[in-house]
């Protein structure tokens, strides 16, 4: 009877390993980076590949860790959650390293400096600086820096879910400008003729990845992988390939 009893609780303990490790055991094969692909050159998509500065060195590290690279899109202000709750390995969104984000995340080393928000408007706008936004409806994408921006020195501003919606509603005219990144920025308006980006910038900003807190191993391999390319000018190279192929796809798909 003991025997019996064990036998088949060992046969169910073993059936539900097969059974539940299919739906709960995360792949040990595979490492997913969490990222919002509406952001080029970045991470945008071609059909249904994902492309990018942040896919391309997310790759390397794959690579480097000798396993495969699964990209996970979703809302940007759902990325360091995914991090922080274990849904993905690390996060790659053109993500500007602030104080409050280093208390649920670690950041890698920086692997762009010269980041920062600037501001779109249509070219007949009466906008031409800083100061003009004031009392103005300003577009923004959710829970970024330039959301973060303007919602501390001019009060809330209209959130969108990515910028390319946000420049759409300020083309219909439902809001008077954008605030987002310099390098996406930059992709949207280069094939409208009816936009522009103010000279000076509101902010300046670095990029870096950010994984779970206390993941030292991880944060080491990912440190070492954009050091390498950093010191081989590749990164540089991903920005200037990505910023023409998105030039030639136009605008990513929502
Ligand atoms: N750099 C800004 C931030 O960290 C915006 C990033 C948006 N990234 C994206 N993939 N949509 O808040």
């Known amino acids: 009877m003991k025997t019996k009893l064990s036998l088949s609780l060992a046969v169910a303990a073993l059936s539900c390993m097969m059974g539940c490790s299919r739906q709960t055991t995360v792949d040990d094969s595979v490492v997913t980076m969490a990222t919002e692909a509406t952001f080029p050159p970045y991470e945008y998509r071609v059909n249904d590949q994902f492309a990018g500065v942040d896919v391309d060195i997310s790759a390397a590290i794959a690579k480097a860790l000798g396993k495969t690279l699964k990209v996970e899109d979703m809302k940007f202000d759902s990325v360091i959650p995914a991090v922080t709750t274990g849904k993905a390995d690390w996060a790659a969104a053109g993500i500007t390293v602030t104080e409050d984000r280093k208390e649920s995340v670690d950041f890698s080393i920086p692997y762009y400096r010269d980041a920062a928000q600037v501001i779109i408007v249509p070219v007949s706008s009466s906008i031409a600086d800083a100061d003009d936004l004031k009392g103005k409806k300003i577009g923004v994408q959710s829970g970024t820096t330039g959301d973060t921006f303007m919602t501390n020195n001019y009060g809330d501003p ?43 910038p509101l902010t300046v900003e670095e990029y870096a990845i950010a994984v779970r807190k206390g993941n030292a191993k991880l944060l080491e391999t990912i440190n070492k992988v954009i050091e390498e390319m950093l010191e081989k000018g590749e990164i540089k190279a991903l920005m200037e390939k990505h910023t023409k192929a998105t030039e030639v796809a136009g605008e990513p798909a929502a």
């Open 158 to 200: 209209e959130r969108f879910d990515n910028a390319a919606i946000a420049i759409s509603a300020m083309q219909a005219g439902r809001v008077d400008a954008v605030v987002i990144d310099e390098a996406p920025a930059k992709n949207f308006v280069a094939d409208k003729a009816d936009l522009k980006i103010l000279e000076t």
